[in-house]
């Protein structure tokens, strides 16, 4: 992940890329995780990963949910449901989907390339399957399509601890505006969903619109659409349309 | 006794006298310790959090690979009780019934060849349970309810009276999250036994404790008990008792007959020594238009275990704070399923401040006086109610030296009215106060014919620089260089030292090595009382000074003799002396401890919730510093500790009762992110209630950070936060 963040050409033409890397785990982390399996990281909840929790759906399909009725924060609140708020918790990822980027596989028959925006599967019922990954395959590359000339980009990060922490929420993207009004539009949210989320709605409204605050509150409250929340996630609904709103400011040049 | 000598107020920064060991990764921690021949612990801990174990099979694990013993409440031998301590009677020892009173509770221990085999057979062991419903939440009306249970309420004048003549009256609650030690070190117990001798290497404050707590549960002397712990990888508190891991681990070896290990799991740390207890405090004042004190009432509530004790006095030291007339103290404990709380740096102490500095802070704004200019008119120039004059008292300086170097003066009252670009800049402060604790203890040193010092006790470094500033101590009051003085301590065989906790053991140690000192240089004059080669022959202590290891004469420093020449002239190897100091709240004057202002910078992403600690500035008086190196750290530390409590830590209960998030990455501390620089300068004077003249500081550097930050944040967005920790969901 390091050797990639210094790559010159993610520094010139993928901010969003780098930012999103320098803002996951620690140094010493990154210099030894691969891209493949920053893609392949387990989503995070602290009742999954404590197997003294019988209610786990991820675990044990069909045991329940013990992270919907029991104190919750690092969790899901868009493609959650009562199965399961587990969230996925990579940076690179939400940068990714932004960027239509595609994984390669190889397995056993062949190889296929699956988009990354389809490659993670929402929990529904089955949370215990998290991608399309099948058995007897691996990643062998990841296909990051470069912005057009002229756009800019960045990502977010909001989290407790400043540093060496997962996001609460977080925003990756792509902005190409011309007169003032956006030509191209990407947009992805971290932190909030069980998978890396791609909020395509919002990139609807933004695509022709003029460049200000209404326009942003607007592909926020799109991206933010229908949560699913407990008690202990409901601040993160509005904490990620301002997060939205914060990312498209900066990177529209609004704010600086 | 004299006064110490040629001190100034602030000693040496000399570097850690430990640091090269541990730099090297040399200094033998309580984890590091092997036997040959040395068998492996793993704990089993409860998964529920009320109930009774219905039946436990371990007939597995028995029969996994390497494993020498499966412990369970079935089949140990009944166990003696464990002393009362200082700290109230002893950690309930889990394995003697079927009954279980928390989630995590320990269940079984196994023993085996390896850690590996030992973990992997732990979970072989199979547990019906018989649940019963558990309690829970502070506010559950089910909970039993202790009151007064240290006997601590106090009240002087008329409250009531006081409130109801006051102008202005503020009335709120202030509540604080229960919080985890999280000592880097993983608490560790290697037990040995050699017939009916044990030795015990564990992490703990306490040797001296320990050793008498084992010694009564195993049923021999005392004397055949030796605790060792001469590094300790932090504790802040979670050393203070003698766990019944420990005893477990010493069970253990004893059944299997071969040395045993057992390194808690972070997660098992949550659960097995101890935690800041969850807190509810009320508190009222009242005052005058101007803000003077004429009412308070402070009423705390903590949690606490179904079945055990734990002294968290969060309102014990509120009637001496301030100038009060009407003062009373009330305490709570309420009785939950949860692993028992314990000490955990500044106990009660640090909670009762923030909501006292934080009410302070709402009277300030009530009556439209600045927060300092309010305390200087409240300042307590004597101990209220004794009236006595304190032993020394610093903290009008405090305010006054620390507002001066934050920049205190360019604070405009009016919350929300400072910015920086786009983020709420907001400066808070608060005072600090931390009570006076003095216990026995003794001291033993020897000065060889080498010229060389070695002193001796059984106090603990716990990482806060024990060893570095007894040396400075020792170097300065035998007269020696600081390379001359060797101090071996964390062994319970060395003379009874108290604990290393409630910043009470160098003004103990401290005053033991003063002691044992003076009666040194008696020795020495002694020895050479009828000697007519010795220049020194017939003087009188106050007569000689020692320098370098010379003895000379005051009035002629040409004439003397070192240390080691008298030792060569007389035939002895060295000469060996014993100080021990019994504390006595000094005649006359009310004995004080540490005090401190802490000022701080917040900065308010208001779109965003995000609140960053821009810069800390403390000030702090600790009677007369051994060593500003090790002194600033121990304030810089806890500082961080404060910002962690004010931002960050929650240890989280599920409805099952267990931890939620007792790892690392979900429990966080700060990291140095969240850490900007910090300013501690140190003023006042030595402290008059003993002769060295120094106060603790262990643990006044984390009071008042907490209320300082929630003042501040209150500064910067008009936003009063009364519950900790401020995370930004509080702030949206």
Same mark, same amino acid.
């Given at each position: !992940?390091?050797?990639?963040?210094?790559?010159?050409?993610?520094?010139?033409?993928?901010?969003?890329?780098?930012?999103?890397?320098?803002?996951?785990?620690?140094?010493?982390?990154?210099? !030894?995780?691969?891209? =493949?399996?920053?893609?392949?990281?387990?989503?995070?909840?602290?009742?999954?990963?404590? /197997?003294?929790?019988?209610?786990?759906?991820?675990?044990?399909?069909?045991?329940?949910?013990?992270?919907?009725?029991?104190?919750?924060?690092m969790h899901a609140i868009l493609g959650a449901d009562e199965h399961c708020i587990a969230v996925h918790a990579s940076d690179l990822c939400v940068s990714l989907v932004a960027l239509d980027?595609?994984?390669?596989?190889?397995?056993?028959?062949g190889r296929r390339t699956v988009p990354l925006t389809g490659f993670h599967v929402r929990p529904g019922d089955r949370p215990d399957i998290e991608n399309v990954l099948g058995h007897g395959e691996i990643i062998t590359e990841v296909d990051v399509p470069l912005l057009p000339v002229g756009t800019r980009s960045g990502y977010l990060k909001v989290r407790d601890r400043a540093s060496y922490e997962f996001a609460l929420t977080s925003a990756a993207a792509a902005l190409r505006v011309e007169d003032g009004v956006v030509a191209e539009a990407r947009l992805a949210l971290g932190g909030v969903g069980t998978v890396p989320w791609r909020a395509r709605e919002a990139e609807e409204i933004l695509t022709g619109a003029p460049v200000d605050d209404e326009t942003f509150r607007a592909a926020a409250e799109a991206a933010v659409r229908d949560p699913f929340t407990v008690p202990g996630t409901e601040f993160k609904v509005e904490l990620a349309k301002r997060t939205v709103v914060r990312i498209l400011q900066t990177v529209s040049g609004v704010r600086s | 006794m004299t006064a110490v000598t040629g001190s100034q107020l602030v000693g040496d920064p000399v570097d850690r006298v430990d640091g090269p060991l541990k730099v090297r990764g040399a200094a033998p921690y309580p984890s590091d310790v092997r036997y040959p021949g040395m068998a492996y612990a793993a704990l089993v801990q409860s998964t529920i959090a009320a109930?009774?174990?219905?039946?436990?099979?371990?007939?597995?694990?028995?029969?996994?690979?390497?494993?020498?013993?499966?412990?369970?409440?079935?089949?140990?031998?009944?166990?003696?009780?464990?002393?009362?301590?200082?700290? =109230?009677?002893?950690?309930?020892?889990?394995?003697?019934?079927?009954?279980?009173?928390?989630h995590g509770?320990?269940?079984?221990?196994?023993?085996?060849?390896?850690?590996?085999?030992?973990?992997?057979?732990?979970?072989?062991? &199979?547990?019906?349970?018989?649940?019963?419903?558990?309690?829970?939440?502070?506010?559950?009306?089910?909970?039993?309810?202790?009151?007064?249970?240290?006997?601590?309420?106090?009240?002087?004048?008329?409250?009531?009276?006081?409130?109801?003549?006051?102008?202005?009256?503020?009335?709120?609650?202030?509540?604080?999250?229960?919080?985890?030690?999280?000592?880097?070190?993983?608490?560790?117990?290697?037990?040995?036994?050699?017939?009916?001798?044990?030795?015990?290497?564990?992490? @703990?404050?306490?040797?001296?404790?320990?050793?008498?707590?084992?010694?009564?549960?195993?049923?021999?002397?005392?004397?055949?008990?030796?605790?060792?712990?001469?590094?300790?990888?932090?504790?802040?508190?979670?050393?203070?008792?003698?766990?019944?891991?420990?005893?477990?681990?010493?069970?253990?070896?004893?059944?299997?007959?071969?040395?045993?290990?057992?390194?808690?799991?972070?997660?098992? !740390?949550?659960?097995?020594?101890?935690?800041?207890?969850?807190t509810v405090?009320?508190?009222?004042?009242?005052?005058?238009?101007?803000? &003077?004190?004429?009412?308070?009432?402070?009423?705390?509530?903590?949690?606490?275990?179904?079945?055990?004790?734990?002294?968290?006095?969060? @309102?014990? =030291?509120?009637?001496?704070?301030? /100038?009060?007339?009407?003062?009373?103290?009330?305490?709570?404990?309420?009785?939950?399923?949860?692993?028992?709380?314990?000490?955990?740096?500044?106990?009660?102490?640090?909670?009762?401040?923030?909501?006292?500095?934080?009410?302070?802070?709402?009277?300030?704004?009530?009556?439209?006086?600045?927060?300092? #200019?309010?305390?200087?008119?409240?300042?307590?120039?004597?101990?209220?109610?004794?009236?006595?004059?304190?032993?020394s008292n610093a903290l009008r300086e405090c305010y006054l030296v620390g507002a001066d170097r934050f920049g205190w003066a360019e604070r405009s009252a009016e919350p929300r009215s400072m910015r920086d670009g786009t983020e709420l800049v907001g400066y808070g402060m608060a005072g600090a106060a931390y009570h006076w604790y003095q216990t026995p203890c003794r001291v033993r040193i020897s000065i060889g014919r080498d010229g060389t010092a070695h002193v001796r006790s059984a106090?603990?470094?716990?990482?806060?620089?024990?060893?570095?500033?007894?040396?400075?101590?020792?170097?300065?009051?035998?007269?020696?260089?600081?390379? &001359?003085?060797?101090?071996?301590?964390?062994?319970?065989?060395?003379?009874?030292?108290?604990?290393?906790?409630?910043?009470?053991?160098?003004?103990?140690?401290?005053?033991?090595?003063?002691?044992?000192?003076?009666?040194?240089?008696?020795?020495?004059?002694? /020895?050479?009382?009828?000697?007519?080669?010795?220049?020194?022959?017939?003087?009188?202590?106050? #007569?000689?000074?020692?320098?370098e290891g010379r003895i000379h004469l005051v009035a002629d420093p040409s004439a003397g003799e070192t240390y080691a020449e008298i030792l060569a002239r007389h035939g002895l190897d060295e000469i060996t002396v014993d100080g021990e100091v019994q504390p006595q709240p000094p005649a006359g004057m009310a004995p004080a401890g540490a005090f401190a202002a802490h000022f701080v910078e917040v900065r308010v992403d208001e779109d965003l919730g995000l609140l960053r600690i821009a810069r800390v500035v403390s000030a702090v008086d600790g009677g007369r510093i051994l060593n500003e190196k090790t002194a600033r750290s121990?304030?810089?530390?806890?500082?961080?500790?404060?910002?962690?409590?004010?931002?960050?830590?929650?240890?989280?209960?599920?409805?099952? =009762?267990?931890?939620?998030?007792?790892?690392?990455?979900d429990y966080l501390i700060p990291v140095n992110a969240d850490v900007p620089t910090l300013d501690a300068v140190f003023v006042g004077e030595p402290d008059k209630s003993t002769p060295i003249g120094i106060k603790g500081l262990g643990e006044v550097g984390i009071v008042g950070v907490p209320a300082a930050i929630a003042n501040a944040v209150h500064h910067a967005t008009g936003r009063r936060i009364r519950s900790l920790p401020i995370t930004m969901d509080r702030l949206l």
């Open positions: !992940m390091e050797e990639l963040a210094a790559d010159p050409v993610v520094i010139e033409r993928l901010p969003v890329v780098r930012e999103a890397l320098l803002l996951s785990a620690s140094t010493q982390l990154r210099n !030894m995780a691969t891209i =493949g399996g920053n893609i392949l990281q387990r989503t995070r909840c602290r009742y999954f990963r404590d /197997a003294t929790v019988a209610a786990c759906n991820k675990r044990a399909p069909g045991s329940g949910c013990a992270a919907v009725t029991g104190p919750a924060r980027a595609d994984v390669h596989i190889q397995g056993t028959g | 109930g009774t174990i219905s039946s436990i099979d371990t007939a597995e694990a028995e029969a996994a690979p390497g494993v020498l013993a499966v412990l369970t409440h079935e089949n140990i031998p009944d166990l003696a009780e464990a002393p009362l301590t200082a700290l =109230g009677s002893p950690p309930r020892f889990p394995l003697q019934d079927d009954r279980i009173v928390h509770q320990h269940v079984a221990l196994v023993v085996a060849g390896t850690s590996g085999q030992a973990a992997a057979a732990a979970r072989l062991i &199979r547990i019906g349970y018989q649940e019963t419903p558990a309690i829970l939440d502070i506010a559950d009306p089910d909970a039993p309810v202790v009151t007064n249970p240290w006997g601590l309420e106090s009240e002087r004048g008329d409250v009531a009276a006081g409130l109801a003549s006051a102008d202005v009256v503020c009335d709120e609650t202030f509540t604080i999250a229960a919080e985890t030690n999280n000592p880097l070190g993983l608490f560790a117990t290697v037990a040995r036994w050699d017939g009916d001798r044990l030795v015990v290497h564990d992490s @703990t404050q306490w040797p001296m404790m320990e050793r008498r707590t084992l010694a009564d549960v195993f049923g021999i002397p005392e004397d055949d008990v030796r605790v060792l712990v001469p590094y300790l990888g932090g504790a802040f508190g979670a050393g203070l008792r003698t766990w019944p891991h420990t005893i477990l681990t010493a069970l253990a070896a004893r059944i299997v007959n071969r040395p045993v290990k057992l390194v808690l799991t972070r997660p098992q !740390m949550f659960t097995s020594v101890g935690h800041r207890p969850e405090q009320r508190v009222r004042l009242g005052a005058t238009r101007e803000g &003077r004190l004429v009412a308070l009432d402070h009423e705390g509530t903590s949690t606490i275990g179904t079945e055990e004790a734990n002294l968290e006095p969060i @309102t014990m =030291g509120t009637p001496s704070l301030y /100038a009060c007339p009407n003062v009373a103290t009330h305490d709570r404990q309420v009785r939950l399923n949860i692993p028992n709380p314990g000490p955990m740096r500044a106990p009660g102490t640090a909670q009762g401040n923030f909501a006292i500095e934080s009410a302070l802070d709402e009277l300030s704004y009530a009556v439209g006086v600045d927060p300092i #200019e309010l305390r200087l008119r409240n300042h307590a120039e004597v101990q209220p109610g004794s009236g006595l004059p304190w032993s106090a603990t470094d716990l990482g806060t620089g024990t060893y570095t500033v007894t040396t400075q101590l020792a170097a300065e009051l035998l007269g020696l260089d600081v390379g &001359r003085v060797r101090v071996e301590i964390g062994d319970s065989d060395l003379p009874p030292a108290p604990q290393s906790g409630g910043s009470g053991l160098m003004i103990s140690l401290g005053n033991a090595v003063h002691d044992a000192a003076a009666t040194m240089l008696q020795a020495f004059i002694d /020895a050479v009382a009828g000697d007519e080669a010795s220049p020194l022959r017939g003087r009188r202590p106050n #007569e000689v000074a020692v320098h121990q304030i810089t530390g806890a500082t961080v500790m404060g910002i962690g409590m004010a931002m960050l830590e929650e240890t989280v209960f599920d409805p099952s =009762g267990r931890i939620a998030n007792a790892t690392f990455g």
